[in-house]
């Protein structure tokens, strides 16, 4: 066995310092060489060969001599104890790495104040209570808003409303993971109180609402959709419903996601389309769209890392607003890539994200990527003042949905602005699914090396046990050079910008890139295909120009009228 000397000697050359070295010596002795899997291999004999740097070019894409490979030995070696040492530290998982991803160019300008809106109009046109239970509950979070305070309808009533709609429409959909019945109950009465003693506090008091089981709240389960984590309660709420909670919104049930935020499928089942029951919703954000869609909540939060949002809201006719990165916190909720993860809202109109957009943005203290930047829609603002585009050769292209898509290009162009022709770069990097291999494989390392990953449902190629897996034999450098990548991209879309202020592109066309540089995305419905599922039309946002992105998809919206759809068989 490698002698104190021996081991010191290899702590020095990983560039541990003599205090850490024996510290974690003596720890190795005291736990009898048992804290970690390959902790006893610590201290014996050399462990890599040149035939295992062989065998690791293979996988680097790289290839060396063998003396180079000799000379690697002893500091691959100390690689390792270096690893040991790290893992010795217990890192909690919202805890981000230091190294953090920003939207923001040097030496640009951006839209970045302390300011804050403090409310957002109501409906242009009176709205009156309808006759059915399902017609309430299919109207809009700003159509309720307006029955709310007029107390034509109570939060109690639109509480309980809805709980029922859960309850009875979920298992043919299998959209909830915990109805939060009892909180909901409070909130609602409480809200009831405040509205009818004229303490109104905005247009989301007293508006029922889900979020996908990402997030966290104080006293209920929160899954991430894995069986791994059914029972267990964390003990915070993730800031986004705080700030919900403040503004007198419901949370009435947390809402299915794929299993770790992949896909549909979770350890209850795979949650269902509405417009066709027999086929999944489209992952991760299921829970939240699909809730959306059949009239089960007034809104929800979804997030996104690479298409989790913009995927469902798309399958299940809703809109989905993805924020610009870092307008809105994440603490709280799971991270899976800390560079690309983002929380939004899901509704009926793009009204409702923009009020509900109005709440949860901003810097909140914990999430040191959130920057104070000027969220303050206006409805009324002329779209002749705003610069509006459109991915050319996009709508060119052969796709399913050219046809549909071509129809919302001529709905664009009937609304009289002048539009301007958008080419995005060539080159759109392929290194998105790198970064999030290896951040993911970070965010759950200590469940890859413990072997729980043997626990979650999805165990096939393209299961994130497998992801996490591959993602740890990415190098370093490689991971690196994707972000260099990442940033020259960043920087050609800068260029885009410089000439429109909002593009249309089909949904699919322009959203992984787009996701790798940060800008904000509205997806709106855009009607339904040849078989009856719904399809949908994108609008990208410049960088917290979230507002104007707002503003132009609303206009869009109004004149396409397919955001009053949903799907027949929910409406009893």
């Given at each position: 066995?490698?002698?104190?000397?021996?081991?010191?000697?290899?702590?020095?050359?990983?560039?541990?310092?003599?205090?850490?070295?024996?510290?974690?010596?003596?720890?190795?002795?005291?736990?009898n060489s048992a804290i970690l899997p390959g902790a006893a291999e610590l201290q014996g004999p050399p462990r890599i060969t040149r035939e295992m740097i062989r065998a690791a070019e293979a996988i680097a894409g790289v290839e060396f001599t063998d003396a180079e490979r000799d000379l690697m030995?002893?500091?691959?070696?100390?690689?390792?104890?270096?690893?040991?040492?790290?893992?010795?530290?217990?890192?909690?998982?919202?805890?981000?790495?230091?190294?953090?991803?920003?939207?923001?160019?040097?030496?640009?300008?951006?839209?970045?104040?302390?300011?804050?809106?403090?409310?957002?109009?109501?409906?242009?046109?009176?709205?009156?209570?309808?006759?059915?239970?399902?017609?309430?509950?299919?109207?809009?979070?700003?159509?309720?808003?307006?029955?709310?305070?007029?107390?034509?309808?109570?939060?109690?009533?639109?509480?309980?409303?809805?709980?029922?709609?859960?309850?009875?429409?979920?298992?043919?959909?299998?959209?909830?993971?915990?109805?939060?019945?009892?909180?909901?109950?409070?909130?609602?009465?409480?809200?009831?109180?405040?509205?009818?003693?004229?303490?109104?506090?905005?247009?989301?008091?007293?508006?029922?609402?889900?979020?996908?089981?990402?997030?966290?709240?104080?006293?209920?389960?929160?899954?991430?959709?894995?069986?791994?984590?059914?029972?267990?309660?964390?003990?915070?709420?993730?800031?986004?419903?705080?700030?919900?909670?403040?503004?007198?919104?419901?949370?009435?049930?947390?809402?299915?996601?794929?299993?770790?935020?992949?896909?549909?499928?979770?350890?209850?089942?795979?949650?269902?389309?509405?417009?066709?029951?027999?086929?999944?919703?489209?992952?991760?954000?299921?829970?939240?769209?699909?809730?959306?869609?059949?009239?089960?909540?007034?809104?929800?939060?979804?997030?996104?890392?690479?298409?989790?949002?913009?995927?469902?809201?798309?399958?299940?006719?809703?809109?989905?607003?993805?924020?610009?990165?870092?307008?809105?916190?994440?603490?709280g909720a799971m991270p899976l890539c800390w560079s690309l993860d983002k929380i939004g809202p899901m509704a009926r109109s793009v009204e409702d994200c923009a009020a509900v957009l109005g709440v949860i943005a901003g810097p909140d203290g914990k999430d040191s990527t959130v920057v104070p930047?000027?969220?303050?829609?206006?409805?009324?603002?002329?779209?002749?003042?705003?610069?509006?585009?459109?991915?050319?050769?996009?709508?060119?292209?052969?796709?399913?949905?050219?046809?549909?898509?071509?129809?919302?290009?001529?709905?664009?162009?009937?609304?009289?602005?002048?539009?301007?022709?958008?080419?995005?770069?060539?080159?759109?990097?392929?290194?998105?699914?790198?970064?999030?291999?290896?951040?993911?494989?970070?965010?759950?390392?200590?469940?890859?090396?413990?072997?729980?990953?043997?626990?979650?449902?999805?165990?096939?190629?393209?299961?994130?046990?497998?992801?996490?897996?591959?993602?740890?034999?990415v190098p370093a450098v490689e991971y690196l050079q994707a972000n260099r990548v990442r940033q020259m991209f960043m920087q050609q879309m800068d260029e885009v910008f410089k000439d429109v202020d909002v593009f249309m592109a089909p949904s699919f066309g322009v959203n992984p890139a787009t996701?790798?540089?940060?800008?904000?995305?509205?997806?709106?419905?855009?009607?339904?295909?040849?078989?009856?599922?719904?399809?949908?039309?994108?609008?990208?946002?410049?960088?917290?120009?979230?507002?104007?992105?707002?503003?132009?998809?609303?206009?869009?919206?109004?004149?396409?009228?397919?955001?009053?759809?949903?799907?027949?068989?929910?409406?009893?």
């Amino acid at each position: 066995m490698t002698n104190r000397r021996t081991f010191l000697t290899r702590c020095a050359a990983a560039g541990l310092s003599s205090i850490v070295g024996e510290a974690l010596w003596n720890r190795l002795q005291a736990e009898n060489s048992a804290i970690l899997p390959g902790a006893a291999e610590l201290q014996g004999p050399p462990r890599i060969t040149r035939e295992m740097i062989r065998a690791a070019e293979a996988i680097a894409g790289v290839e060396f001599t063998d003396a180079e490979r000799d000379l690697m030995l002893e500091r691959l070696e100390s690689n390792l104890t270096s690893y040991q040492a790290i893992r010795l530290v217990e890192v909690p998982y919202q805890v981000p790495p230091a190294v953090q991803f920003s939207p923001l160019l040097a030496g640009k300008s951006y839209p970045i104040t302390a300011r804050r809106p403090a409310s957002l109009p109501h409906p242009r046109e009176p709205v009156q209570r309808p006759k059915s239970d399902a017609d309430l509950a299919f109207l809009t979070v700003i159509e309720l808003a307006q029955l709310l305070r007029r107390r034509e309808v109570t939060a109690t009533e639109l509480t309980h409303l809805y709980l029922d709609r859960l309850a009875r429409y979920n298992p043919t959909l299998n959209c909830v993971v915990t109805l939060t019945t009892e909180r909901a109950l409070r909130k609602a009465a409480e809200a009831d109180r405040q509205i009818a003693a004229g303490a109104y506090r905005g247009i989301l008091h007293g508006i029922p609402y889900g979020v996908k089981d990402i997030l966290a709240v104080s006293g209920y389960p929160t899954t991430w959709g894995a069986a791994l984590y059914k029972d267990r309660v964390l003990d915070e709420t993730a800031t986004v419903v705080q700030r919900l909670d403040a503004a007198g919104a419901i949370l009435v049930a947390k809402l299915s996601m794929g299993e770790l935020g992949l896909s549909d499928s979770w350890f209850r089942g795979r949650t269902m389309n509405p417009w066709r029951t027999s086929q999944g919703a489209g992952g991760s954000s299921a829970g939240s769209a699909v809730a959306v869609a059949a009239g089960l909540v007034g809104f929800a939060l979804g997030a996104e890392t690479m298409g989790s949002l913009v995927t469902p809201a798309t399958r299940n006719g809703v809109t989905g607003l993805r924020p610009t990165f870092g307008l809105v916190s994440r603490h709280g909720a799971m991270p899976l890539c800390w560079s690309l993860d983002k929380i939004g809202p899901m509704a009926r109109s793009v009204e409702d994200c923009a009020a509900v957009l109005g709440v949860i943005a901003g810097p909140d203290g914990k999430d040191s990527t959130v920057v104070p930047a000027a969220y303050a829609w206006d409805p009324s603002r002329p779209l002749t003042s705003l610069r509006v585009g459109y991915f050319a050769p996009a709508f060119d292209a052969p796709s399913s949905t050219k046809v549909k898509d071509n129809q919302a290009l001529a709905t664009l162009r009937r609304l009289g602005i002048p539009l301007r022709e958008v080419n995005l770069p060539d080159n759109i990097p392929i290194a998105a699914l790198l970064i999030i291999r290896v951040e993911a494989a970070a965010a759950f390392d200590e469940m890859t090396r413990s072997g729980e990953l043997r626990l979650l449902k999805e165990q096939g190629a393209t299961g994130f046990p497998n992801f996490f897996r591959s993602g740890r034999l990415v190098p370093a450098v490689e991971y690196l050079q994707a972000n260099r990548v990442r940033q020259m991209f960043m920087q050609q879309m800068d260029e885009v910008f410089k000439d429109v202020d909002v593009f249309m592109a089909p949904s699919f066309g322009v959203n992984p890139a787009t996701n790798l540089t940060g800008h904000p995305c509205v997806v709106v419905p855009n009607g339904l295909s040849e078989d009856g599922i719904p399809v949908s039309i994108s609008f990208i946002g410049r960088l917290f120009g979230d507002s104007e992105l707002c503003t132009v998809a609303r206009a869009w919206q109004d004149a396409a009228g397919f955001y009053r759809m949903h799907p027949t068989g929910f409406t009893e």
